[in-house]
């Protein structure tokens, strides 16, 4: 049934995909952040979609309100109606350094409830992995790979964000596996 009604994304590259759809996004500025993420959200307030931007480095939640600010006027009412929040990755992710993803994935599984609960058609969201450490590599890995499983299930949409600089050819290879999607935006 989910796979059948299909999201408009506001990436004109993607175009329309269905709920559970799990993007990638390999970038090297923050205006190659920007160029994407701020039309996948904007479409996302527009489809009646709760809408959630985990951000890290180069961007800052502020950054990010700002760039979505220009896009979108009313953005101060989707806040106050609770349709979009912006957290910096310390809010959302341990803060014992290391990364935990069963309390992650039942996060993402509770904000997509909660968002069903208040009327709103399902969770889009990103997060940019930018403070991940080489420690935690194996983990997140293997809790991207769980996120296709989890996503597949419900009404979520996701674009998780990879910096270029950061990633070797292992990191590249194992992202890329684990994603529908894959986008690179390479300084424009």
Not at 1 to 16: F, H, Q, S
Not at 30 to 36: F, H, P, Q, S
Not at 37 to 50: A, D, H, I, R, S
Not at 160 to 172: K, M, S, V
């Amino acid at each position: 049934m989910m796979k059948d009604e299909t999201r408009k994304t506001g990436v004109d590259v993607i175009g329309n995909i269905p709920w559970g759809t799990h993007i990638c996004l390999f970038y090297q500025t923050a205006e190659d952040l920007i160029d994407i993420l701020v039309p996948y959200f904007k479409k996302g307030l527009e489809n009646n979609e709760f809408c959630m931007w985990v951000t890290s480095e180069p961007l800052s939640v502020e950054d990010a309100k700002r760039a979505l600010q220009r896009e979108i006027k009313e953005l101060d009412e989707h806040i106050e109606r609770g349709q979009i929040e912006f957290l910096d990755y310390r809010q959302w992710y341990p803060e014992s350094g290391r990364f935990e993803a069963d309390r992650v994935l039942q996060g993402w599984v509770e904000k997509e409830q909660q968002a069903m609960k208040r009327g709103w058609a399902g969770l889009r969201l990103t997060r940019n992995t930018f403070w991940l450490g080489k420690e935690d590599w194996r983990a997140f890995a293997d809790y991207e790979a769980t996120i296709d499983q989890i996503i597949n299930k419900h009404r979520m949409i996701t674009i998780c964000t990879y910096f270029l600089d950061r990633c070797g050819a292992a990191e590249i290879v194992d992202v890329i596996s684990i994603h529908q999607f894959v986008l690179t935006r390479r300084g424009g």
